[in-house]
């Protein structure tokens, strides 16, 4: 059974931490996505003693300083021992006033971490709470998330929190046998004498399998809550994860609810183990299901941070690389409060950075970053340095997948990010939304970007569906309807519609100039995944809801026949006025594929 308790019980007065005070100032966020080989034995647990990792992360203090950053993340098990010890012994390196810094510190031996203890009781400048620690099992090393804030009186509070439960599958090996487990976790509420509404808290990776969420919810209810998970986790994605989150985020819950997850970065091995699924995210909940502002996307998108939505929650998930990223978030509105109720989007992504071997620090990847599709050499997070001055690996970008067609078929390759998702979305008929959404195991497969391995897989099955369309568009075995384009189309997005409620078609008369192109000389070529007659045919009548009332015959639908085995053109709804009072009396024209 784990035990919640509120952080300004165990300490003097404190009058706020910019995560807890109500106002309308957003928090800032700076965040280390690392990558590494860092080692697991059943005597420490996992660390590293690389002398890059180390500078790395003595360089993340040094940029949190400058940036005045007011909530510090890094993930599980990565910040180093040393460069904790150089933050306590030096008063220059402390958090500002209102900030706290939140660090999954590598593995320590129990005995180790208690000298540790004496050590940064002794220096008069601290204050050490150690009532997690005293309530740790009796085992070898333990992994704990050290939280970091100046007190009133200008001490360093220094907040260890433990893992409550040991990872459940590969990492049993090291923690099931040699974890001290703790039952304390901690909820910052710390907003001075005001009667503030917002709370925060940490987990540490599988602590989602132990700590129920509606414990969370109970003990912290009628307030606004923001959740750092701190992980080490090959299934960032897993079952119990997704349900745990999925508790918090109910969109009936009545009150702002925000979720970061940070993981470390594809490429990061122990041993045999491989991560290549990071999916460092930030959730929120949206109360109508709408996309945000195409500004904002497309903002967040030049900067490393690209969205999905599913159902009622928005997803901002990070790029897969190592990075850091500084960013602002929201807190909940406090009704009743003094201020103006100013409302920000969130997350605002306002830096991306890289590290540099050579300089042996972080910098700022360059701005106006317009995406990882662009057919100019890539730079900035879609293209971010490497120390051998290489390009990042072009694998994660949609060129990697979508091959050149020919001039006339070569649109996606050199549009824009948000006309580029709504031209896919047209091709697979789930239009913009469905290009942009995560599935229930919030699985993106956004043809544009990928967030992992596993979303390339899904991305490849598209790509491969996308190559098939464009053969058969090529055929020109166009229906009677449509025989002005023959010899005459070419691919093609009116960006000024790509985002309006009623589509239009991605097919466009090639002997007009863009000028002169009008959305309803357009055609819809779409792929369907549907393999029946009657499944496409329902299909078309959905899609027929989401197209301009003038546009309806100009649709084709592509679909394999599992009865001929072959691709058919489905094209009965043509001639019709109203698609949705189509009699599909018309017989079906068959394509060979």
């Known amino acids: 059974m784990v035990e919640l308790a509120h952080v300004s019980t165990l300490i003097p007065f404190h009058s706020g931490l910019q995560v807890c005070v109500s106002d309308s100032r957003p928090i800032q966020v700076l965040q280390w996505q690392c990558q590494g080989e860092p080692t697991a034995d059943l005597v420490r647990g996992v660390y590293t003693t690389n002398p890059l990792h180390i500078d790395k992360a003595a360089d993340f203090i040094r940029l949190a300083k400058e940036t005045c950053a007011e909530l510090v993340l890094t993930p599980e098990y990565s910040f180093p021992c040393e460069v904790l010890d150089m933050i306590i012994g030096d008063t220059k390196l402390w958090p500002d006033k209102g900030s706290l810094w939140c660090l999954g510190m590598q593995g320590y031996e129990r005995q180790e971490f208690a000298g540790k203890l004496e050590l940064w009781t002794s220096s008069g400048r601290t204050l050490v709470v150690r009532g997690a620690f005293e309530r740790l099992k009796q085992r070898l090393f333990i992994d704990t998330l050290i939280y970091l804030f100046v007190l009133d009186d200008g001490r360093l509070c220094i907040l260890p929190q433990f893992k409550t439960i040991p990872m459940s599958d590969k990492w049993n090996e090291y923690e099931g046998k040699g974890l001290c487990t703790s039952d304390l976790i901690y909820v910052f509420d710390l907003c001075g004498r005001s009667e503030d509404q917002n709370r925060f808290l940490s987990i540490l990776c599988s602590d989602a399998l132990g700590v129920q969420a509606q414990e969370v919810l109970d003990f912290t209810q009628g307030k606004h809550l923001t959740i750092f998970h701190a ?9 119990d994860f997704r349900a ?6 109910d969109r009936y819950a009545g009150r702002d609810i925000r979720i970061l997850t940070l993981n470390w970065a594809a490429g990061t091995t122990i041993e045999h183990l491989h991560f290549s699924k990071p999916w460092s995210a930030f959730y929120k909940k949206t109360a109508r299901r709408e996309l945000p502002e195409q500004r904002h996307r497309t903002s967040n998108h030049a900067k490393g941070t690209y969205f999905a939505l599913h159902k009622f929650t928005e997803i901002w998930y990070s790029h897969r690389e190592e990075h850091c990223k500084r960013f602002d978030i929201n807190k909940g509105f406090q009704i009743g409060a003094s201020y103006a109720a100013t409302t920000h989007p969130e997350p605002i992504t306002q830096d991306y950075f890289v590290f540099d071997t050579e300089q042996q620090s972080w910098n700022s990847a360059p701005s106006g970053i317009h995406g ?11 293209g971010a340095r490497e120390p051998n001055g290489n390009a990042e690996p072009s694998g994660y970008s949609m060129k990697a997948f979508i091959e050149s067609h020919g001039q006339d078929y070569d649109y996606p390759l050199h549009a824009a990010p948000h006309d580029c998702d709504a031209f896919f979305g047209l091709c697979f008929g789930h239009f913009l939304e469905g290009e942009l959404s995560a599935a229930d195991d919030e699985l993106v497969s956004r043809m544009l ?9 899904k991305r490849n099955e598209k790509a491969l569906q996308y190559k098939t369309l464009i053969k ?4 020109q075995d166009f229906p009677l309807e449509m025989q002005e384009l023959t010899d005459n189309h070419e691919l093609y997005l009116d960006s000024q519609t790509a985002e309006d409620k009623l589509k239009y078609g991605n097919v466009y008369p090639k002997n007009l100039s863009p000028e002169q192109r009008n959305p309803f000389q357009s055609a819809l070529f779409m792929i369907s995944e549907h393999k029946s007659r009657e499944q496409v045919a329902q299909q078309v009548d959905e899609l027929s809801r989401k197209l301009h009332l003038n546009f309806r015959n100009r649709v084709v639908v592509y679909y394999f026949s599992a009865e001929s085995n072959k691709y058919e053109r489905f094209d009965e709804h043509l001639q019709q006025k109203r698609i949705d009072k189509a009699t599909y009396s018309k017989s079906l024209s068959s394509i060979k594929g």
Do not use: T, Y
């Open 449 to 457: 970007f990928g967030s992992d391995e596993e979303s390339d897989q």
């Open 231 to 239: 992980q080490l986790n090959q299934e960032p994605r897993h079952d």
């Open 372 to 382: 990882p599709h662009e057919p100019h050499e890539p730079s900035g997070p879609h």
């Open 244 to 249: 745990f989150r999925g508790c918090l985020l």
């Open 472 to 475: 058969l568009i090529k055929k």
